[in-house]
């Protein structure tokens, strides 16, 4: 079974910048994609930034040009950059990994229990 924690979140004035952490741990075999789900009140949870193995990076609209998805494939870790953050980016932020269990040989999707982040203008 794969463990991920998530750190970073936090509360940040509009024009600030956060980063998140997502270092997973436990029977993993490998790790292919990396990314970074967030869900605001109210609304369905939504993908922010994707990192799969030796891919393309890929970005939600709203934050192309302002977030940075990162990977540390030695540490298992992902990593999200988030610049010139607004009060629409207040969500909780939750990281998912997609590894092969190193026991079972079985890929699966994990995730995190979320990070809150909040944006005050």
């Known amino acids: 079974q794969v463990q991920l924690v998530e750190s970073g979140g936090g509360l940040v004035q509009a024009g600030g910048s956060l980063r998140l952490s997502c270092a997973a741990s436990?029977?993993?075999?490998?790790?292919?994609?990396m990314g970074w789900y967030r869900q605001a009140p109210g609304k369905q949870r939504e993908l922010v930034a994707g990192?799969?193995?030796?891919?393309?990076?890929n970005y939600a609209d709203s934050v192309k040009g302002r977030f940075t998805i990162s990977r540390d494939n030695a540490k298992n870790t992902v990593y999200l950059q988030m610049n010139s953050l607004n009060p629409e980016d207040t969500a909780v932020y939750y990281c998912?990994?997609?590894?092969?269990?190193?026991?079972?040989?079985?890929?699966?999707?994990?995730w995190g229990r979320g990070t809150q982040v909040t944006v005050s203008s």
């Open positions: 998912t990994v997609t590894a092969v269990d190193s026991s079972t040989y079985r890929q699966a999707d994990d």
């Open positions: 436990g029977s993993i075999f490998s790790i292919n994609a």
């Open positions: 990192f799969p193995s030796g891919g393309i990076k």
